[in-house]
Structures are given as C-alpha cells and as structure tokens.
C-alpha cells in the first residue's frame, strides 16, 4: 500500500518513496531543555511518534535522530539575547550542564508516559562541537559566511534557494518584521558561531578557528542530521514554527555546505492553541503532563485527545475535550477488558482500512473512529477484535495490550472497603467515606460515586 504524506517543500501531498528500500531516515527537532515540555510541544513529538509508528507497521526499519538543543538557542528570535539554557542556570540556580541534564530527563520520562517510542538515538549539540564547526569551516570556503563583531553568519542573500521552504525572501521578511539587525547583511542572516561576549565567561564555550564562542542554534541540526543519516534522508519533521526560520536555516546550511537538499519530505504539525493562540511559556498560558495530573487526567488521555486531531489542523486545548477524550478512553479500557484474548485471526477489512487512514497523511482521526466501529461490531468475534485493536495500538499506543481480555480484578481487600464506603455512605459520614476513598486510591484504583454506589477502575 502506498505511503502519502503533505510535503511542506513541495506544497504538495506527495507519494513517499525511500532513499533505501524498506528504511526510512527521520529526523525530528527535539526540545530545548531549559525548562518542562510543556503539552503544545509534545503534540509535536506525538505526532513524530505517529509518522515513526506508521513506518513500522508497513514493514520499514526506521532510523529515527532527535536532537536536543543544550547549547545555543537564545532568547531573541534574531541571534541576540541569552541562551535559555543560562536563562534556566540563573532561575533554578543551577549550572547550565545541570540544567541540561535535568530537563533531558523531565523530558525522557514525559516521552515515556505519553507511550513515545524512544528515538534510536538522542544527538546532544554540546557533543558535537567539531561536527559544528566544520560544516561552518565547509561554508566558509564556499563563501557564504562573513564575520561581525560577535560571530560569524550567514549571508541568506549568497543562496539562490533561500526562502523556498518557507516562501518567504529577504526582501519581502523586510517588510514591517522588526528584526534585531546587528551588523547582519541582510535581516534573514543568522548566526553559526557566536563569540563569548567580551570580558564574561559563559558556562558553555568552546575554541573555535574564529575565537571563543558557541554555535547558534540551526547548525547543530544540519550538523548531526548529515552525521547520522546522510547528506539526503528521507524525513524531517517540526512544529510549524520552524519553518519560516530554524528549517529553512537548516536546509541553507546543508546546501551551502555540501550542495545537497537535505531532506525529501518535511513535514509539520500545527499548533496546541488555548483560546484560539499559541500554548507558549511566554504568553503563560501553558500546562505540563505534571499540571494534567494534579487535575486528575492521565498522559494517556493526552495522546488520545492529540489522535482525535489531524495533526495540520490547530487542536483548542481545553480541561473539557480532556476529559471527553479520557472518558472515551476509559470506556473502551473496560469494554476490550471483557473481549477474549487475542487469537490467530484479526479483522482482515478493518486492519486494510486502518492502514488506508494512516497511510493516508495520518489521518489519525478516521483511524480512531475504526476504534469504535470494531468496537461496535455486533458480528465479530472478540478474539478477532482484539487482534485488529492491537494491530491499531501499534499506531495509537494506547497501551491497549494492558487491558484486552485482562477483566479487572478487584482484591478481596479494595472489596471490603468498597463495602465500608458505601455503608459509611448510606448513614452520610462524609468523614469516613472519604478515608476509605483515599485508602482504595492508595490500592492503584481510581473511585467513581454512581447511583449503585462506589465503582473502580
Ligand atoms: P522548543 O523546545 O521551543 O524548540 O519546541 C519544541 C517543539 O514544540 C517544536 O517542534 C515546536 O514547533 C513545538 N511547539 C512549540 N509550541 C507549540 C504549541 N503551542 N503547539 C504545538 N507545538 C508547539
Ligand atoms: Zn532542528
């Protein structure tokens, strides 16, 4: 069956077709870890978790690259201002190598709840400084760098291609964009090397041919997408906001240095808005897995929310689709956990629909609507259900293996202090009911008052 995906480049949906048959090579912008994901950017990595998923189930071995940005990302979107990572040194009072280190880890246990599948490997920038700078080197000597007081940049005007990803050239970004000019040549120029500033140590620095300094922000991607997939692979994905700018900076620096396009296919999911803009740390307007919990949602309900969305289409956040999609997840937990278990036929038609849905720009939502049509289907026997819904979760993820088949076994214990609960109840202690509450909580399960009294999950 065939693979289409919507190509930023081409503006096109465009049949996938490997470098290598039977791989595909993918590369995913990664987080700046100078503080917690937060739930707008993880749709970006469910959304790479989905495209990664799909190549599995047709059968390709993915090489998957995330990059973590620990050095070089600043503040401003024109090259000045502090790199965040210093920014989260003076907040936490910790190193920036602490900061890094930490965060990077808030954001592995992040992936992990959401049912991410790990990258195949994790490129940190700060580890790959020579791979920087000579991909800088290669630039210079193909004379698209020139040097200012506090770098060396690119001169975005020496590159006939510039501005096709994005569909935006220099002179038309001039128009009514404010933008930090420095001594830059042109307002879309951008660092590769900038200098320590005079006088001050930063935290994270090293030697260069140039002097002192740090790499700016887009060449690490470049520099380690080349190192671990090639001058061309397949795949690169984002958030759209990097097109405009840190993909179309990449695609410049791959060209300008090598001469090669980098990558076939970019591919873009749209934002997590609240109130119709962007979920972003500086408008404060954001949440964190850990936010969701305290208000009683579980990461999964999350990843089952973002699947109800095409990942093109902006997705409103609010606390009631939340609990819409955590309902509708927990319905279907206890309908599968009565199906019989797997057996060795699966639902042949709904497994090529599925595949047709997926295949088909991810069309994610279609796919869990087939969810509650074999949910549904009155024919069917369960076992083959079962087979078919996990063949699904190995897209959705849902962790579905967990419960299929698996009734729920309440323990004589959580029995009686059901039982206490309801007759503490009955006589209206409050008091009493809600200790038992906590007690039956503390046994893993979750309470829920019905009309027939306390139910668990
Ligand atoms: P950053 O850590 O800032 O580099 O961003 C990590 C990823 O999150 C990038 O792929 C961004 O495009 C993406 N992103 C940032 N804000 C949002 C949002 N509100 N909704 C969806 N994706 C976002
Ligand atoms: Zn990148």
Redesign the pocket.
Known sequence: MNLHFYNTRTRQRQVFEPIKAGRVGLYT?G??VYWFAHI??L??YLFADVLRRTFELNGFDVTHIMNI?DVGHLVGDGDEGEDKLEVGSKRDGKTAWEIAEFYTQAFLKDSERLNILPATKYTNATDHIPEQIAMIEALEKNGYTYKTSDGIYFDTSKLESYGRLGGQKAEEKEAGVRVEMGEKKNTTDFALWKFSPKGEQRQMEWDSPWGIGFPGWHIECSAMSTKYLGRTFDIHT??V??IAVHHENELAQTRGAYDTLQANFWMH?E??TVDGG???KSLGNLFTLDDLAQKGFEPLAYRYLVLGAHYRSKLNFTCEALWAAQNALHRLRSIVREWDKPGDVGCAEFENDFLAAVNDDLNTPQALSLVWKLVDDKELPTKAKSRTLLFFDRILGLRLDDVIGKPLIIPAEVQALIKARDAARTKKDWKTSDTLRDEIISHGFSVMDTPEGTKVR
Do not use: E, I, Q, V
């Open positions: 912008c987080p700046t707008g950017n749709r970006a940005t984002g958030g906001d990097h999911s934002f997590l962007k979920m972003s």
